[in-house]
């Protein structure tokens, strides 16, 4: 017998897609932040966030269309409605929710700091250090409001930028987001984690335009159901030893 709110979710999801079944859904990713989103050489997009969202929209009966955007452009884009939705690793803030909305979590985040490896630095020992991370994210918020004062934060476009910089030995230290530079790590063994990873909380949701319930619930209903069928641990094991969710 099937759990009162899974019914209720399922019938969410039926009437959002009988609603828009004939739209084609835009969902935008950065396409430049691997394993979760990222750009082949041929020009395609891959990764865990491009996965979940085809297989939300193959749950939602929709057909959908997933696009690469800057990140920093990102969110001016969906309010300015060039594509109806974010799967881009985005972290749910309050800043955030001030101008678009979310949907419930679809991973949870914690952040790391990275460094040559080989020395004897703790997190302590940032102080004063060329502290790197990616604009315009919560790891950048973090290194400017722990380190801002007590170190020279440098801020970058893109995720590849900053571990460019690290390598060239421009900055001593990235934060990043754990999973993916614990992934850049497989491919540069000269460097290791600083500590453990750091908990703030972050849960990672779907942004969607503010005032478009519809599609919040449709895509709730479909989240619910790929964790519920098992095509969400499908695709994480894909990419990850332990269930990010």
């Known amino acids: 017998m099937k759990h009162p709110k899974i019914l209720a979710a399922l019938a969410a999801l039926t009437l959002g897609a009988a609603a828009a079944s004939a739209e084609t859904l835009t969902i935008a990713t950065e396409g430049a932040y691997p394993p979760f989103n990222n750009t082949t050489a041929d020009g395609e997009l891959v990764g865990f966030d491009v996965d979940i969202a085809n297989a939300l929209c193959e749950a939602m009966q929709r057909e959908c269309e997933i ?19 974010i799967v881009a690793s985005m972290s749910i803030t309050e800043e955030r929710l001030q101008s678009i909305d979310f949907t419930n979590p679809y991973y949870s985040n914690y952040l790391a700091l ?7 630095m703790s997190m302590d020992d940032v102080d004063g250090k060329a502290i790197g991370a990616q604009r315009s994210t919560i790891a950048s918020e973090w290194a400017e409001d722990t380190y801002g004062r007590r170190g020279d934060v440098k801020l970058y ?50 942004g ?38």
């Open 157 to 206: 476009d893109t995720q590849t930028a900053a571990y460019s910089d690290l390598t060239a030995g421009r900055i001593d230290v990235l934060v990043s987001d754990h999973l993916p530079v614990a992934e850049w790590l497989k491919e540069n063994p000269d460097y290791a984690l600083i500590g453990d990873k750091i908990d703030i909380d972050d849960k990672i949701g779907i």
């Open 114 to 120: 990275v460094a040559k490896d080989g020395g004897s």
């Open 67 to 85: 696009v690469a955007q800057d990140w920093d452009g990102i969110i001016p884009g969906l309010v300015q409605e060039k594509y109806d939705a």
């Open 208 to 245: 969607i335009r503010q005032g478009e319930d519809e599609l919040k619930d449709a895509f709730n209903a479909a989240l619910e159901q790929i964790r519920s069928d098992g095509t969400y641990k499908v695709i994480n094991d894909q990419y990850f030893p332990v269930d990010i969710f």
